[in-house]
């Protein structure tokens, strides 16, 4: 007989419990050893990015499968809301999505039903061939699926900032991210996440996700504002990733060994 597993709690169940905010950070290199290494940092999320690097399916499966033995919940963000590309992200055994630029309830709700089989919505099925039901050795799958699938959507233009406490009260959606780089962009401010203009719009998210019953994150990779967010409430911070930690760990010995050249100014995301 085969062996019948248990699915491991989602990140909507791992926020529901938290007693305190969850960190993490992001891993953009596409390297599963990477990924591993991360994973056992001991920070609470690894966001796997699909949209802003250099990965595809096999790469994003291998990387889940790397860091399934840590206790670090993984999400996966996708590169745009398709419910192609969403159905793809699950079947391979991504139990929680991550969609960008949602701007409007519209487009939240079809991202609900883009992660939740028929009657609630429109998932492919094909669970018996694919690694989210472990090829139907978790019990009772397709019945439970919307149970064992989180979904984030991001909250990154001005758009979405004007609905965003509707975003935030759409059935199935389990918690929002607020992008500040591209949320700065849209405001006209390309660059500028930490003017004073756009960390009000974020906290401005906080309470809106907060009044609907919904978690907030945000991206901060600068610790004060990172500690800023978390005071105003944020329910999960993501304060780095793979790439940048080894852009300027990199640099920090070449400023040390060679002497510090005149170069651009390190950006935060």
């Avoid at 519209?106 to 694919?130: D, F, I, K, N, T």
């Avoid at 994150?217 to 304060?239: I, P, S």
Wanted: with cysteine.
């Amino acid at each position: 007989m085969p062996i019948q597993l248990t699915p491991t709690p989602t990140f909507a169940d791992r926020l529901g419990e938290a007693e305190r905010t969850l960190y993490g950070m992001w891993s953009c290199g596409g390297s599963p050893l990477v990924a591993e290494i991360c994973a056992g940092s001991g920070l609470d999320v690894l966001l796997i990015d699909g949209e802003h690097s250099p990965v595809g399916l096999e790469s994003i499966l291998t990387q889940l499968q790397a860091v399934a033995a840590y206790p670090v919940t993984p999400i996966v963000r996708a590169p745009i809301g398709d419910a192609v590309i969403l159905k793809q992200l699950l079947d391979l055994g991504a139990q929680n999505i991550l969609v960008p630029m949602v701007d409007s309830v519209e487009q939240a709700e079809a991202m609900v039903r883009a992660v939740r089989y028929p009657p609630l919505g429109v998932r492919g099925v094909g669970s018996a061939l694919a690694r989210s039901s472990r090829w139907s050795r978790i019990p009772d799958y397709l019945a439970r699926a919307h149970e064992l699938v989180s979904l984030t959507v991001q909250i990154e233009t001005a758009e979405a900032l004007a609905v965003a406490d509707e975003i935030a009260a759409v059935e199935g959606v389990d918690a929002l991210l607020v992008g500040p780089a591209d949320l700065a962009a849209s405001l006209g401010l390309l660059g500028q996440q930490n003017h004073p203009d756009v960390v009000a719009a974020v906290e401005g998210v906080i309470r809106a996700g907060h009044a609907a019953g919904t978690p907030v994150g945000v991206n901060a990779f600068d610790a004060a504002v990172a500690d800023r967010y978390a005071e105003a409430g944020a329910d999960y911070l993501l304060v780095g990733s793979d790439v940048t930690l080894l852009a300027r760990a990199s640099e920090a010995l070449t400023d040390r060994f060679i002497g510090t050249a005149a170069g651009p100014a390190a950006a935060s995301y």
